[in-house]
């Protein structure tokens, strides 16, 4: 039987379990054994597992599992959480791109890279604009997609907390339109520089706070003219503060902490 150290941390309330596998030897991850560690009644609970490992062309890599099980090519308030942990700079390996780490005091600073707007990338099933796509769930219509190393719909609505997300979000996060399925969120302008969102995050779904659902909504803000950078983005659990001008990477700012640390044995769970 193999004991398995494991560090609990969050970023806004968005939880997660770190697995640093970049010197321990740690079995293969799968679907399985994050959807067991994942269980909030059963296991250790949290939205995201986050497994570090060495990297041939990086400081290290980080992948990011939601608890269903599946595998996601980034995460914002991970990336945070990944910063603060590991104490010092660092350019990390990740499925949805490289990205850069910079902890600070409390919090880290994230260069998330560039967004993309192409429909075959974030992917959509087929061609259409995807700047105000032609679609709509009642009462949501015209969102805009971006990818930031995963998949975002974006809602601009007069009043974020109105919405039943509950309800909608799985519906957008499954529709055919989606073949990799989406991170569905839905903002109000608070002011020039200021949004106020929320998230059904894909394979985790609501929660208090989504780094990569901040930067989506923000590039898109942006992009739309609804606001300037920097943005502050205020969720459920709390603020991130995202900065983006056309043609440059996103940097994302805000605060993460380590909850607690404890062993599991592997065989428990697999």
């Not at 060495?54 to 980034?74: L, M, Q, V």
């Not at 409390?106 to 259409?128: S, T």
């Not at 989606?178 to 969102?197: K, M």
Request: aromatic residues 8%.
């Amino acid at each position: 039987m193999q004991t398995i150290p494991f560090i609990k941390m969050h970023g806004l309330g968005n939880d997660f379990v770190v697995l640093d596998a970049r010197e321990a030897v740690i079995p293969p991850m799968t679907n399985a054994v994050v959807r067991a560690l994942g269980d909030r009644r059963t296991g250790i609970g949290f939205d995201q597992l986050i497994l570090l490992e060495p990297s041939a062309t990086h400081d290290f890599r980080a992948r990011f599992f939601n608890s269903d099980g599946s595998e996601s090519g980034a995460c914002g308030n991970g990336s945070r959480a990944v910063a603060l942990l590991h104490g010092a700079a660092a350019t990390v390996e990740t499925a949805g791109g490289p990205i850069r780490l910079e902890p600070l005091a409390g919090a880290a600073r994230v260069d998330m890279g560039a967004p993309r707007f192409d429909w075959d990338v974030i992917p959509l099933a087929f061609a259409m604009d995807a700047f105000a796509m032609p679609v709509a769930w009642e009462p949501l219509n015209n969102p805009m997609a971006v990818n930031v190393g995963n998949p975002h719909a974006i809602f601009f609505v007069g009043d974020a907390d109105a919405v039943d997300l509950g309800a909608l979000g799985p519906v957008i996060e499954h529709d055919p339109l989606f073949p990799e399925r989406v991170n569905v969120n839905v903002a109000s302008v608070a002011g020039p520089d200021h949004l106020r969102l929320r998230v059904w995050e894909r394979g985790a779904g609501l929660t208090r706070a989504c780094g990569t659902g901040a930067c989506a909504t923000a590039v898109a803000a942006i992009r739309r003219g609804l606001v300037n950078s920097p943005v502050r983005v205020t969720l459920p659990g709390g603020d991130l503060t995202i900065a983006w001008a056309p043609g440059g990477t996103i940097e994302m700012t805000g605060p993460a902490a380590i909850s607690f640390r404890g062993t599991f044995d592997w065989d428990d769970y697999s």
